[in-house]
């Protein structure tokens, strides 16, 4: 599997063969709502529960809310997907795991996109003060105006 790190999609999965082989490479019983949802959150980077509750109840209409929500918490605690929740915002959920990339959000209309580290490989893990924690991940979240809600006078140049 090759990740995408511009788009923040995983390049080469697009059929349920694949979602399948994914969910027993992590020892998760292959079910249609499991399929289904990972196929969502690969389809709509950075997608609330609302969203992808949508997408896949075109496949399955009567799944339930509480069944996304469950497959989505057994996805992320196994790795498949990675849950991300920037302040004043609800859950979103991403493919793209194990890089710890990081994102920008839009303050006006809540857009969210991916951003790699700045420099080589996860800079950011050498925290300051480290608290006695061992350290295995950082997020950084960039907070800004995206192109459509920024004023005409901060696209131009000074």
């Known amino acids: ?13 697009t059929t349920t ?10 020892a998760l019983r292959v079910t249609r709502p499991r399929v289904a949802v ?4 690969h389809d709509n980077a950075h997608a609330d529960t609302d969203s992808i509750i949508g997408q896949v109840r075109n496949d399955l209409p009567k799944v339930s809310h509480q069944a996304v ?3 989505l918490r057994a996805l992320t605690v196994a790795g498949l997907v990675r849950r991300i929740q920037p302040m004043g915002s609800v859950a979103r959920y991403e493919a793209r795991v194990g890089d ?12 969210i996109h991916d951003v790699d580290c700045s420099v080589g490989s ?5 925290a300051s003060d480290t608290h006695g924690f061992v350290i295995d991940e950082a997020e950084v979240i960039y907070w800004g105006l995206c192109a459509h809600c920024a004023p005409e006078s901060a696209e131009e140049p000074h």
């Open 122 to 126: 996860a800079p950011c893990l050498e």
């Open 100 to 111: 710890n990339h990081h994102h920008v959000v839009c303050r006006s209309c809540g857009e």
């Open 38 to 41: 990972l196929s969502a959150v």
């Open 17 to 26: 063969a694949d979602y399948e082989r994914m969910l027993r490479e992590v």
């Open 69 to 71: 929500y469950d497959v």
């Open 1 to 13: 599997m090759i990740s995408s790190r511009k788009s923040g999609r995983v390049a080469g999965v």
